[in-house]
Structures are given as C-alpha cells and as structure tokens.
C-alpha cells in the first residue's frame, strides 16, 4: 500500500499587538531617591542620613580626594621621572615591507600613509626604514631614509624625493 502523503497544515499567524510607547512599563522598578533636609516625616529627618556629629556630618567637610589621612600621599611618595618635550616631533614610521605591498608606480606620501592607517594622524613628518624587501619601483616622497632603506629603494630603482611629505 502506498503512503498517503499528509498535508501540512498552514499555522495560522496571528499578528501581535502593536506596542506604543505610553504602554510600555518598567521590568523592574527603581527605588526612589532620598529627599534628604525634609524634616522628620520624610524618615531622613534629624541627621538626613549623615549620622551624628564627625567631619562627615558637618557642612563642606570630608577630605580631599587624596588625603591619606595625614599619612604621605601616594602622588607624593612616588618618584618623578622625565620631562614632557615641548619641541617633539610626531614623526611617522613605515618599512620597506609595507611598501611592498603598493602596486608598481605608486606615488607614496605621508598623506597616503596616513590613509592606509599606516601612520598615526598626529605625525608631522614621515621616514622610510629598512625592514623587508622592495621588488618594484615607486615615488617615495618622505622627510627621512634610513641608509638601508635608501639602498634597498634606489636598487630597486625608486624615484626617492626628500623633504616634501608634509606638503
């Protein structure tokens, strides 16, 4: 005997009800906050919450955010190293690796590193360094060669310009 095949029965689907915004209620509810200085019927009255007596209790007391309570503060037990140059250049660093990776004929530049995300935004000025190897040739526009890099470039036989990235 041949199985008879069941149709399958359509679930019928019942939209839900459309939620609007003023039937919406919180899962769970917030305590609220103390109404503190409101008298003694609030049930934070007396005190307001601040206990009796102590620095804590008073007007504009407790201390300063690193007071140790009279031990030396931490800030101040630490040593201090170094000094913030205000003359640093941001100078931005790419390998001969990374160049490796352009198409042959490209024309590279700070701006162009800084779209590849090769550089960070910040820098002012671009030099080229040594690391990896370059098969083709490119127009490398940069402040800066290491000597490496600038054998590995012109071996390859790349147009190398200097000083003119920040343009």
């Known amino acids: 005997m041949k199985k008879e095949k069941k149709e399958k029965k359509e679930k019928k689907v019942t939209p839900?009800?459309?939620t609007l915004l003023n039937s919406l209620s919180p899962v769970t509810y917030r305590q609220s906050r103390k109404r503190r200085g409101r008298g003694d019927a609030s049930g934070h009255g007396g005190t307001s919450t601040r206990g009796?007596?102590?620095q804590k209790a008073r007007a504009g007391g407790y201390h300063k955010v690193n007071f140790e309570g009279g031990q030396m503060p931490m800030a101040r037990r630490l040593p201090k190293r170094g000094f913030t140059n205000i003359f640093r250049k941001n100078v931005g660093i790419v390998n001969l690796?990374?160049?490796a990776l352009l198409p042959k004929g490209t024309e590279f530049d700070l701006k162009s590193a800084k779209e590849r995300g090769w550089v960070p935004n910040k820098a002012e000025s671009l030099k080229i360094l040594g690391n990896g190897e370059l098969k083709h040739a490119l127009t490398i526009k940069a402040d800066k060669f290491s000597q490496s890099a600038k054998a590995k470039l012109e071996k390859a036989g790349c147009k190398l310009v200097l000083g003119t990235s920040a343009e």
């Open 16 to 18: 839900l009800p459309t």
């Open 52 to 54: 009796h007596k102590g």
């Open 97 to 99: 690796q990374q160049l």
